[in-house]
């Protein structure tokens, strides 16, 4: 991403204060969204940064996550794995807690989202244990195989 992409890319976030709570600043990204040639050009970046580590999958978290990580996965020709807040998802999940500057939070992912195999051998703890980036130490846990009730 050249050093003008990264500045437009900057300058079209917009700062919403006291959103969602008093006291947080909301990064709105729907101006990226709505600029075509800036919305590519993020997708691009993210789609040639992730294609060194050679996916099989691209996991995007609720919600923005959705948006970037399906585009990414679509130019990568790869599959999207969807992790959800706690109890969205219809099948059985296993699941984190982490914590956000205003609260904690859950999400889940379907327990069959990445090849058994793979999760066997890393194992899925270790795989949803940093799902946030922001917290470290907290030990996901698993659901208990029941369909996620709203």
Avoid: W
Wanted: glycine share 12%; with cysteine; aromatic share 6%.
């Amino acid at each position: 991403m050249s050093l003008v992409e990264l500045e437009q890319l900057q300058s079209a976030i917009r700062d919403i204060a006291d959103f969602p709570k008093p006291g947080i600043i909301f990064k709105d990204i729907t101006p990226i969204l709505g600029d075509g040639k800036l919305f590519r050009s993020v997708i691009d970046h993210l789609a040639g940064e992730a294609e060194k580590a050679n996916p099989t999958k691209v996991v995007g978290i609720d919600a923005r996550g959705f948006l970037f990580g399906a585009a990414v996965a679509y130019k990568l020709g790869v599959g999207c794995v969807p992790i959800r807040k706690k109890g969205k998802l219809p099948y059985k999940t296993i699941g984190s807690s982490y914590r956000l500057e205003y609260g904690d939070a859950e999400v889940e992912m379907h327990v069959d989202a990445i090849a058994a195999a793979y999760m066997q051998g890393r194992g899925a703890r270790k795989e949803l244990k940093g799902v946030d980036g922001a917290h470290s130490g907290d030990q996901p846990e698993r659901s208990s195989g029941r369909k996620s009730e709203e």
